[in-house]
T-cell receptor, first 112, second 112 residues
Framework: DTGVSQNPRHKITKRGQNVTFRCDPISEHNRLYWYRQTLGQGPEFLTYFQNEAQLEKSRLLSDRFSAERPKGSFSTLEIQRTEQGDSAMYLC??????????FGPGTRLLVL | GENVEQHPSTLSVQEGDSAVIKCTYSDSASNYFPWYKQELGKGPQLIIDIRSNVGEKKDQRIAVTLNKTAKHFSLHITETQPEDSAVYFCAAGVQGAQKLVFGQGTRLTINP
């Protein structure tokens, strides 16, 4: 499978716990994006990497959220001290050209 | 910032009929308008896109129209089939920019 992959696909955690998600982009894609999607809504932009550099962060990304892309390959998104409002689908996308975003299947997070 | 409104939120059509989904955007700087299809448990997949230098684009049963003056664009699906049932999202952005702003989504159901 040469598409964008995300792990885990599902995560259930208790409020206050930390969680980490991983995204493996399409090989050689230099751009990587994280989006969040809540039930019945469209995806909302969280952050963007070009290679290993994090170039833009949304105001949605509070200080409890941190994202990394070491060596410009896979990326991780960590949420510290999770809250029930963090429950959502977290989508990763990658691209080579500036417009065609290829999305992964997402990680669905449920915070109890 | 950009704001994208999408209508209707749900749409049910008979197999073989046409379906139309409409979006409006607020930022006149936006010049790239993709449409995504999201099936259950999967990430959004690009189905067609249009840039502001054209007014219409077709790809088999799918077409998109753009009215820059009115700031709205539409997705047209003809000869609908059961496999067209999914959630469809429109989005708007500036070509070469890092993020897209998505509409709220339309759940399309094709009745056999």
């Amino acid at each position: 499978d040469t598409g964008v992959s995300q792990n885990p696909r599902h995560k259930i955690t208790k409020r206050g716990q930390n969680v980490t998600f991983r995204c493996d982009p399409i090989s050689e894609h230099n751009r990587l994006y994280w989006y969040r999607q809540t039930l019945g809504q469209g995806p909302e932009f969280l952050t963007y990497f070009q290679n290993e550099a994090q170039l833009e962060k949304s105001r949605l990304l509070s200080d409890r959220f941190s994202a990394e892309r070491p060596k410009g390959s896979f990326s991780t998104l960590e949420i510290q001290r999770t809250e029930q409002g963090d429950s959502a689908m977290y989508l990763c996308a990658s691209s080579w050209t500036r417009e065609i975003w290829y999305f992964g299947p997402g990680t669905r997070l449920l915070v109890l | 910032g950009e704001n994208v409104e999408q209508h209707p939120s749900t749409l049910s059509v008979q197999e073989g009929d046409s379906a139309v989904i409409k979006c409006t955007y607020s930022d006149s700087a936006s010049n790239y308008f993709p449409w995504y299809k999201q099936e259950l448990g999967k990430g959004p997949q690009l189905i067609i896109d249009i840039r502001s230098n054209v007014g219409e684009k077709k790809d088999q049963r799918i077409a998109v129209t753009l009215n820059k003056t009115a700031k709205h664009f539409s997705l047209h699906i003809t000869e609908t089939q059961p496999e067209d049932s999914a959630v469809y999202f429109c989005a708007a952005g500036v070509q070469g920019a890092q993020k897209l702003v998505f509409g709220q989504g339309t759940r399309l159901t094709i009745n056999p």
